[in-house]
């Protein structure tokens, strides 16, 4: 992603792609394991609404590290409503054009807004297909979010080292033939 560029439009679109999936996770599948190994499909989900909140607390001034990037427990029918809070409130708080470029406390360090914005449709579209892969559903994902975030994820995340401070596992092959969602997890450590 370009780092002149007003990474809303895609965020929202990542925010789009993401409310299709909540709206099939019903009820008996959130206990399903991810590809993101450390959450089953329900604590996933309060992962996921959980950092879109703190992405508009940090839009709306706060210090990523000021609040958890998780809901807490909510009803087993409660994702499509929660998704739907998150989302007005993280437009409502990155409406401002002068925002993109203020500095703003990531949980990657002190960045201009776009870099935040930007590194949340990395976050959002690796944790689709991670939601996607759990559902098993026939949902397709758009391929241009994952190209973007892999672009965004070679130009933040060293291939080496990770494990400690770097949340993510060793690069794994993928497939000379795959698709761009399957590429940026395994770039990211995922087992495709």
Known sequence: ???TQDPRPLYLLALGQ???LIAEAAPETL???TPCTEYD???L???VVGGIHRLAYMGEGGHCEDVPATT???PDDGWPAALDRARARVTAAWAEDAKLDRPTFAPWGEVPGR???GGYVLETATHAWDIARALGTALPLDERLAETALGVARA???AEPRGGAVPFGPVRPAPADADAYTRLAAYLGREV
């Open 1 to 3: 992603m370009d780092t």
């Open 18 to 20: 993401l409310e299709k």
């Open 31 to 33: 206990d399903r394991p």
């Open 41 to 43: 499909l329900r604590t």
């Open 45 to 47: 989900l309060g992962h």
């Open 72 to 74: 807490g427990e909510l």
């Open 115 to 117: 870099a935040a914005v």
């Open 156 to 158: 933040v995340l060293p």
